[in-house]
């Protein structure tokens, strides 16, 4: 949605052809109406805003004066605002909080109650308001910020197992982040009788970019088709919530073996395999 409403043209030649007039300024500013509800959207997953300040019980989006309301709130942990919080994510987050007077701007510019009325209804809120709002955006808005929407999506609707993040990059990128964690049962055989780790959790989905999808809670990595995807950030972590050593295998069976009873269920994993454990000392 960002990128379609930065590649928007409210006037010109599809205005000769509505079916009443008017028409296409009615769309496009439903349009930026509901991209300034994104980025609040984003603002809120990345500064921590709890769900229930800015999300029905449907995950539906709140009004949007609750939404900025909600952002303005301090953080009883952090003793800051969501803003404060979202802003020291990285600069591509903290390029929307600057905008932070122009969204409660943008608020009453696309929610004013003639913008909807019929065309004979005189509006003061018009064309030149549209143009003014995307020439704003086309100044800050990059092909990877739609990202920061699907890494947002993906943690509401999972619940938090997946955390919208962003990659250490030069560029800040989008990037969906994954606690995994390794089972004693995910030591298994690959096809060729190779001992292998198989820890993948929940279904992959691509969402389609041309109709709307009920929501329902992820177990997996949800993305849109045709739209870039953040990057995927995972750390692999032993039942008892200490990291795993990938270097090697020998270095992942000994971050899942931290005491006796984890020796002895590796053990008898690695023998039902087919394989005798011999625990000792690391060989020079």
Not at 6 to 15: E, I, K, S, T
Not at 143 to 162: C, P, Q, R, T
Not at 178 to 186: F, G, N
Request: charged share 30%; hydrophobic share 40%; glycine share 8%.
């Amino acid at each position: 949605m960002l990128v379609e409403v930065v590649l928007l043209d409210p006037g010109g030649d599809n205005q000769a052809t509505d079916a009443f007039p008017g028409a296409s300024l009615l769309s496009a500013g439903n349009l930026c109406r509901q991209t300034v509800e994104q980025i609040a959207f984003i603002l809120c997953v990345y500064g921590g805003v709890p769900k229930e300040k800015y999300l029905r019980p449907n995950r539906q989006l709140k009004l949007l004066h609750s939404v900025l309301k909600a952002l303005g709130a301090k953080d009883p942990i952090a003793k800051r605002t969501h803003w404060t919080i979202a802003r020291k994510r990285g600069p591509r987050i903290a390029k929307f909080v600057r905008l932070r007077v122009r969204l409660d701007q943008w608020r009453n510019w696309f929610n004013e109650t003639s913008h909807y009325s019929a065309p004979g209804h005189r509006r003061s809120i018009g064309e030149a308001h549209v143009r003014a709002f995307l020439q704003e955006l086309r100044t800050l808005i990059d092909g990877k910020d739609f990202g920061l929407v699907g890494a947002a999506y993906n943690e509401i609707m999972s619940d938090g197992s997946l955390r919208a993040d962003l990659a250490d990059d030069p560029e800040n990128t989008p990037a969906i982040f994954q606690t995994i964690v390794m089972r004693v049962k995910d030591i298994q055989l690959t096809a060729e009788k190779r001992l292998g780790i198989h820890f993948a959790r929940g279904e992959f989905q691509v969402l389609p970019d041309d109709a709307e999808r009920k929501p329902r809670r992820l177990r997996g990595l949800a993305i849109v088709r045709g739209e870039r995807t953040p990057v995927l950030r995972m750390r692999v972590v032993n039942e008892r919530g200490l990291p795993i050593d990938l270097t090697n295998f020998e270095s992942i069976l000994r971050s899942m073996m931290t005491d006796k009873r984890d020796q002895a269920r590796v053990k008898r994993r690695m023998k039902r395999l087919g394989f005798r454990l011999i625990i000792g000392q690391h060989r020079p």
